[in-house]
């Protein structure tokens, strides 16, 4: 994987720049969290920014093989020196915050959370789109022990329904969705992508295929992956640390969106917080974007 393509890709890149130049200008030290390193794209650019100021840098991904192409790429292309501590950290990010390393509270926390699936895991991982063939595993750690198939093949009727209605918000088609999957894997094992797209194909019309198959997959990678439950841990975070922070989490859906905004009403007035779009250009370069909200949260 070359440069052109880690750097081509981060969503939202210059208007994140810009506001960390901003918010940053006036801090001591800072620390520097970036809670879905990915291929390192954001970072690589944030850092630079942050040259004089940083006392330490926390770098995660829970994929340790996007971690390494990362990690590579990043020691190639800025110079850290022995001044600034650099970690680059495979786990979650919901538990990197429920065992948040020591900090000084005078230090200024500026983190960053994409909450989309990266570009290496369109491109590299396996079922997570519904227009390539895979095994149904969506899992971004490879040591998950929970895979797509599974959920597909082995939870009830019941658990299938309460997955796939926290995506679809409709009781009625959660329940047709889940019946229609448990009938036919009583016939033969749904192992695919394309076994799962051909089960739906077959009771849903050819008008609301593509839009069904997108929200089926979403909710079976959001589940895999303990998407919300991690987003829960960050945000449970901020609402004690003493530090002043500056939070980016940029969003791709309501859910999402939901608990970021539930996270800002409770701390009310401590909190400053501001929503950015991508630009038409940046959604015409890059159309994954499209749906991307930068929240902009600083204590």
Known sequence: MNSEEINHFPVLKEEIVRIVKE?????????FIDCTLGLG???????????????????IDKDRESLEIAA???????????????DF??????QFFENFPNVGEDEFL??????????????????FGFTKESFLDMRYDK?????????????????LVDIFFRVFENIGFAKKLASVIVEERKRKEIR?????????????SAKILKDTLQKLYLSLRIYVNRELEELEKLLNFFKKVPNRFLLLIISYHSLEGKIIKRF??????????????????????????RSAILWVIEK
């Open 23 to 31: 918010k940053s200008s006036d801090k001591g030290k800072v620390v």
């Open 41 to 59: 794209g954001h970072s690589a650019a944030i850092i630079p920014v942050l040259f004089g100021k940083l006392s330490r840098v926390f770098l």
């Open 72 to 86: 590579n790429f990043l020691k190639q292309n800025i110079s850290f020196g022995d001044r600034i501590k650099v």
């Open 89 to 94: 950290v495979n786990t979650l990010f919901g």
């Open 110 to 127: 500026i983190v960053l959370a994409d909450l989309g699936i990266s570009y290496y895991q369109l491109k590299y991982g396996v079922g």
């Open 143 to 159: 040591e998950g022990d929970i895979t797509a198939f599974d959920v597909i093949n082995y939870f009830d009727y019941e658990q």
């Open 192 to 204: 695919t992508t394309f076994d799962l797209n051909k089960t739906v194909s077959k009771y849903v």
């Open 264 to 289: 800002y009403k409770e701390l009310a007035t401590s909190v400053k917080v501001k929503k950015i779009k991508p630009s038409k250009e940046e959604i015409l370069a890059n159309k994954p974007s």
